[in-house]
């Protein structure tokens, strides 16, 4: 039986549905190779009642981790709410689960922001703020032969949603290779060989075909209250074309007139054709070999 541990790092709803996401993953990518998934919350991540009741229930605090034998574990990300990394709340707790994993993990994947924290801690290589969020479904290709990408195609589709990016150059003259890029998302997958494999995504794998679009509503709602200073950009590469014009009219409109009640004539959503077949395909095989990996580590 192979142990995985998840780590969230997500406030509210967010915990439920991001669990769910990765164990629909493992579930998909396991096969015939038994797992039993252990859930782990961060006590400093900012948390509603009803989340921090299921939390007690269900979720384990990151102290358990040394009595339960974890193989593999997966550390999510969070939204930035600090200036910088070693502001946010959560920093320290984040940073012990890295020393932690490198002595008594397999192999880690680490998520998004969990991802450049990581690097930060262990290299010290700072994240860079974008011109704008990137956030859509983006075409990457396979750069480099790996087991983590074995029987992936040359080229996938992976979903992207974040404020910040690495430096390809900083990861590279610190040891990390590359292994998936996209032309326009950059850096998607890279990894770093050490006593524990570590895993690294700047994209989201583990995304269901909506997920992109409650990130876009949430932000349009909180660009209308007030509470963001910038009009989110459109998704890439997720709504059909007819959606892609309406939601260009609405945000003309939201421009000219900030109200919350505009929200009322937002238009009906339109994802393009099977937008969630292929990023699913690839995130299939990814947590296979994952799987795979863990298997051979823990049978050998």
Known sequence: MIEIGLVCNLPKSAFRATERQFMRLLETGAGNTPFRLRCFSLPSAEQSSEATTRIKNLY????????????????????????????????RALIEIVDWAQANTYSTIWSCLAAHAAVLHLDGIERQRLAQKCSGIYDCSKVLDNWLTDDLPSSLKVSHSRLHGLSEGDLGARGYQVLTRSKDAGIDIFAKRQRSRFIFFQGHPEYDSLSLQREYLRDIGRYLAGDQELYPSTPEGYFNARTILALEAFRTCALAERNPALIANFPKLILRPNIGAEPAVAATTIFRNWLGYLAKCKGG
Not at 66 to 90: C, F, H, K, M, Q
């Open 60 to 91: 384990a605090d990151v102290l358990d981790l040394d009595r339960l034998n974890i193989d593999g574990l997966i550390v999510t990300g969070a939204e930035p709410r600090a200036a910088s990394l070693p502001e946010e709340p959560y920093w």
